[in-house]
């Protein structure tokens, strides 16, 4: 049997014609097809199981964890994603977390909840402690919703632009946070660097979440809360909150009816000087939401869980049972679909 080299690269177009031009047999054709077509069923799989991988840490799923001792779409997720083959009979549900995590540290699987994961491990209880600092996830600002924001002595936010993100709506984001937070940060994927690099103002910091798992800063945010707006800040916190801020000044707390207390507030809130509007609500914020309680218990939790059950806003007895709930072998968990 005669046999042809085919040339590199290859496409449909070129495998018809040199078949053709040649008499190949129709197997050479086929051959190039099924392989396109294995390619493209391979990419679809890897891609169904990133997505099944990062769902194991959304907050419904933890909060049904912590709330039921149960969760019909984590066993439905151990299947899906195809972590299942890499467990064994006597596995807990706490191992099927680290494999879960361990995938998604891996820059091909890469989704928001490893970057959270990582600022929440090397800058909140890295860098600081539950006892030093807050955390909050999903703020809102304006029309937009931060990522991460962290209280410590400042107020620094971060927006996370993982591998498989755009950065369509990056500078209207950026734009919002900086009337809010003294400090702005975004944390991007390698692929992100020289396009965030060309298109953010110089007083944002820029982060890198290497492929090694390690947050690397290419330029240090400064620190400026004078540049914040305090009706953005106002707009940002509850009522409560606001009236917090203004006793702790000395304001007077108008006295209106309920119906006119926003714009009431908000019109002497106004008055504040950003920079201490901003102290304020850093210091008020570490009080209303403060994660001090939850050490003992977070501690506890695998490091894998510990950013999405401090997001999750779990109380201590949820907690306690999301921990004891890890203990449950995997043969238990699998029938929770059932």
Avoid at 11 to 23: G, L, M, P, Q, T
Avoid at 39 to 64: G, W
Avoid at 218 to 234: G, H, K, M, Q, Y
Avoid at 316 to 324: D, P, Y
């Amino acid at each position: 049997m005669r046999l042809y080299a085919i040339p590199e690269p290859v496409n449909k177009w070129a495998v018809n014609y040199w078949a053709k031009s040649r008499h190949l047999p129709s197997i050479v054709t086929r051959f190039s097809y099924n392989a396109r077509e294995r390619k493209h069923t391979m990419q679809s799989e890897q891609y169904i199981q990133a997505t099944a991988v990062s769902r194991f840490f959304s907050s419904s799923l933890i909060r049904d964890l912590a709330k039921r001792g149960k969760s019909p779409l984590l066993a439905r997720l151990v299947a899906e994603s195809g972590l299942d083959s890499t467990l064994n009979p006597e596995d807990t549900i706490e191992m099927v977390f680290e494999h879960a995590f361990h995938y998604l540290k891996q820059k091909s699987f890469r989704h928001e909840y490893a970057y959270k994961a990582a600022l929440t491990h090397k800058v909140l209880l890295g860098i600081h402690s539950l006892r030093t600092a807050s955390m909050l996830t999903e703020f809102r600002v304006g029309d937009c919703k931060a990522d991460v924001v962290i209280l410590n002595g400042t107020g620094s936010v971060y927006e996370i632009k993982s591998e498989r993100d755009t950065l369509s709506r990056l500078e209207k984001q950026i734009s919002a946070y900086r009337t809010v937070f003294a400090k702005v940060n975004v944390i991007v994927g390698d692929n992100h660097v020289d396009e965030v690099l060309k298109r953010l103002p110089c007083d944002v910091g820029i982060m890198t979440l290497g492929k090694r798992y390690r947050i690397s800063t290419l330029r240090e945010a400064i620190d400026n809360p004078s540049r914040t707006n305090s009706s953005a800040i106002f707009s940002s916190i509850t009522s409560k909150e606001a009236e917090l801020i203004m006793k702790s000044l000395g304001i007077e707390i108008p006295s209106v009816p309920n119906t006119q207390r926003f714009s009431a507030y908000k019109e002497v809130f106004e008055t504040i000087p950003p920079d201490v509007a901003h102290k304020e609500m850093v210091k008020t914020l570490k009080r209303t939401r403060k994660l001090t309680d939850l050490e003992p218990y977070i501690d506890n939790l695998p490091a894998a869980l510990q950013a999405v059950a401090l997001s999750s806003k779990l109380n201590i007895k949820q907690l306690t049972n999301l921990i004891e709930t890890l203990k449950t072998p995997v043969e238990t968990a699998r029938k929770w679909a059932l």
